[in-house]
Each structure stands twice: as C-alpha cells, then as structure tokens.
C-alpha cells in the first residue's frame, strides 16, 4: 500500500517521496529504487525550472 502511493504521488509530481526498506529482498530493492528515482526526478525538476527562470529573465531584459 506505502509503495503504491509513493508511486502515484511521483506520477503527480511529487518527488518528495521516502520509502524506507527493511531486509534485503526484492520489494527492499524496489523500494530504494523508487526513493533514488524520486530524487532524480525532483533534481530534473529543479534544473528545468532553473532554466526557465532564467530564461525568462533574458527574454526581460533584452
């Protein structure tokens, strides 16, 4: 159930998801999968609004 909504908060948008993982099986892996993922996802975000931020201001002051 905690992964399903980690995973449908990340299909949303929301990248500020934690799983944390007990043991070493498979569901464990895929967890910490998920939680890398999100923060990649969350540091692509913040690079891409970065760039239109900056963007936006060139275009506002030529």
Known sequence: MKI???T???AKGDFEVQ?????KDEIADLMNDISS???QLK???????Q????VS???RTL
Not at 19 to 23: D, H, M, S
Not at 43 to 49: F, K, M, T, W
Not at 51 to 54: D, R, T, V, Y
Request: glycine share 8%.
């Open 57 to 59: 201001h060139d275009l």
């Open 43 to 49: 540091g692509y975000s913040d690079s891409r609004q």
């Open 51 to 54: 760039f239109l931020s900056n």
């Open 37 to 39: 993922m999100a923060e």
């Open 8 to 10: 449908r908060k990340i």
């Open 4 to 6: 399903r909504n980690s």
């Open 19 to 23: 799983l944390k993982a007990k043991g």
